[in-house]
């Protein structure tokens, strides 16, 4: 096997992705963009998108990344939103768009259009978050997209398969769509709730923090086996797991949550990178199937798909935002008035990833009998423009949508007042725990160091109000930004002389490697502090 191709991959979409971390332009924009233009540069290997590859590998941990970091109570109180996005618009999207194909695109059969409507109509898990973080929208709306994202490519797969067997002469009937429907996500959710709890249970059980991250990393994968080994969903095995898991999160033992937080910060980076990478790279030998059409035609086809997608999302986001509203007086008692400005962004925000590719890039070649499959090759190009033109089109303007909407910002100090009461609750129980301990004869503790955890828990109770004080009339730092200035200074001067201490031999390294652990710990606990 070659290595070479995919060291390059991701050593190219790693450097990108951190270019892209100093421009205003979101990474995965930019790493689409390069991926295009990389794509015809001579000497460049093809890199043909797998789907047996991306749905079972990248597609699990990259849905557990963000499932675990999603709020549980927050995706719970967007429900209906949610679900009228990630089945309702996707079904809806589904038709829309393949009947919309269907009349388009000459000599494309009915069903094979509603492969290409299943295809393109879930939103990118990806995508979303990336540019919902790096916007700043609302965290309503911030929810909405992400809760949608998360659950919708279950209703598209299914939807797809329902599809492609009546494409292929497999034989599909509108009951044994819902059956199968039925069946994949009911089934996915009892894969994840079943796997859940004796997940947590020996996440916590395990002593080693190594052993418990090598168990994170397998969960989405053993989750997304399970259930489509069961035919079941396997994207809402892993995101029911993930969301349990991270509302749970806080039992697990502390050295755990600080690798594993590290460890899935790289995975998410280096295969979010390489999957907008390979979305560029998929031009040629998507363009190498089009010779049967003539250019003119092809991209008036992608025009009207394109355009008919971004239709299909206004035309059901507004009557799901405000038809509830006006037929049910519980959601008008349970949930604030909502604008036209939510909507608007809600539909423009909805840009399509690598599963929509990797699910086009799994239609078969052949049909029952050996005839070839109805104009494949166009359905994997209309596929390739739409993921395109809504990173593309709507990424980029994004960002001056929402400025030109004119949402109220994040109240910054009521949010740290907020924590800084919540800190102050927390610490008089810390406080009368410890008051507590200390009085137990068997925890008797030398007059310093009982002052000394006073002192720790007084600082960790102080640092979120000095965040409110003035900066510093010299250096313009905040209180925070000083404390955490000096601390390193500190620890800095403190880890020259281990090093020096090691080079004269007074300590050896394995003793210098356990002094800058405890360093390293230390700074990490400060910088917290004055987060």
Do not use: C
């Amino acid at each position: 096997m070659d290595v070479m191709p995919l060291l390059l991959l991701v050593a190219g979409s790693a450097a990108v992705a951190g270019i892209a971390r100093r421009t205003p332009v979101p990474a995965p924009l930019l790493l689409v963009a390069v991926g295009l233009v990389v794509s015809y540069v001579p000497g460049i290997p093809d890199y043909t998108l797998e789907p047996d590859v991306v749905l079972p590998l990248v597609l699990p941990p990259l849905l557990y990344k963000e499932g675990t970091e999603s709020s549980y109570l927050d995706l719970r109180a967007q429900m209906r939103p949610v679900g009228l996005l990630s089945v309702g618009y996707v079904l809806f999207a589904t038709f829309v768009v393949g009947w919309a194909a269907y009349l388009v695109v000459p000599g494309l059969p009915l069903p094979a259009a509603l492969v290409l409507g299943a295809v393109v109509a879930p939103t990118d898990a990806v995508a979303a978050a990336a540019i919902a973080r790096r916007v700043g929208l609302p965290s309503r709306i911030t929810t909405i997209l992400q809760g949608e994202s998360l659950l919708n490519d279950a209703t598209a797969i299914t939807a797809y398969k329902v599809a492609l067997a009546a494409a292929v002469g497999a034989g599909s009937t509108w009951a044994g769509g819902i059956e199968e429907f039925l069946r994949a996500a009911v089934g996915g959710v009892l894969v994840g709730l079943v796997l859940m709890v004796p997940i947590h249970w020996l996440r916590t059980r395990l002593t080693e923090a190594l052993l418990q991250n090598t168990l994170s990393l397998l969960i989405p994968f053993v989750a997304y086996g399970v259930a489509e080994q069961l035919h079941a969903s396997g994207v809402l095995a892993v995101v029911v797991v993930a969301v349990y898991l991270g509302h749970r999160a806080w039992e697990v033992d502390f050295a755990t949550r600080l690798q594993e937080e590290a460890v899935w910060k790289m995975v998410a980076f280096v295969l979010e990178s390489a999957v907008f990478a390979l979305i560029g790279l998929q031009l040629p030998p998507i363009l190498k199937g089009l010779a049967a059409y003539h250019g003119a035609d092809a991209a008036w086809y992608a025009i009207a798909v394109f355009l008919v997608v971004v239709a299909a999302r206004f035309v059901w986001t507004f009557p799901a935002t405000f038809l509830p509203r006006a037929l049910s007086r519980r959601v008008r008692e349970r949930e604030e008035d909502p604008t036209w400005r939510a909507p608007v962004v809600v539909s423009w925000a909805a840009m399509r990833g690598v599963v929509s590719l990797a699910i086009a890039f799994s239609i078969p070649e052949t049909i029952r009998g050996g005839a070839p499959f109805p104009q494949r090759n166009l359905i994997l190009f209309l596929t390739f423009t739409t993921v395109i033109g809504t990173l593309v089109v709507q990424g980029l303007t994004l960002a001056p949508l929402i400025r030109l909407m004119k949402f109220p910002g994040r109240d910054r100090q009521a949010e740290t007042l907020a924590e800084a009461n919540a800190q102050a609750q927390a610490s008089l129980a810390a406080e009368r725990r410890l008051e507590e301990l200390l009085a137990d004869e068997r925890n008797a503790l030398p007059p310093p160091l009982a002052d000394r955890l006073h002192d720790v828990l007084e600082r960790r109770r102080n640092a979120v109000w000095e965040r409110l004080g003035q900066a510093n009339p010299v250096t313009g730092e905040s209180v925070d930004d000083t404390y955490r200035r000096l601390s390193r200074a500190m620890i800095s001067a403190e880890r020259e002389v281990f090093v020096r201490l090691r080079d004269h031999r007074y300590i050896d390294d394995e003793m210098l490697r356990a002094l800058l652990r405890h360093l390293d710990l230390e700074e990490a606990a400060a910088y917290r502090e004055a987060a």
